[in-house]
Nanobody, 116 residues
């Protein structure tokens, strides 16, 4: 069984930065990617970024390109999302997921609020 746990959310002013972390545990064999999604109040969950675990190749939503950076630490089984130049419209619950041969595992989410 696989688990992923997010951390690092919080309240930040517009223009500020946050770094989210997501730690995977359990039977992660067969993992091929990890990623981040977000869901704002009243909206559907949307893709933010993903990283191919083996190659480290990243993918981003257009709305975060140039501001967010996804990275991974193989030894720590952790994926990070560095968020810079945050905007009020980035406010959402951020969810981490792990994609593997056996399916997709989601975390519980971490709240990010961008407000002055």
């Amino acid at each position: 069984q696989v688990q992923v746990v997010e951390s690092g959310g919080g309240l930040v002013q517009p223009g500020g930065s946050l770094r989210l972390s997501c730690v995977a545990s359990g039977r992660t064999f067969g993992r091929y990617a990890m990623g981040w999604f977000r869901q704002a109040p009243g909206k559907e969950r949307e893709f933010v970024a993903q990283i191919v675990w083996g190659s480290g190749l990243p993918y981003y939503a257009d709305s975060v390109k140039g501001r967010f950076t996804i990275s991974r630490d193989n030894a720590k089984n952790t994926v990070y999302l560095q968020m810079n130049s945050l905007k009020p419209e980035d406010t959402a619950v951020y969810y981490c997921n792990l994609n593997a041969d056996t399916g997709v595992t989601w975390g519980q989410g971490t709240q990010v609020t961008v407000s002055s």
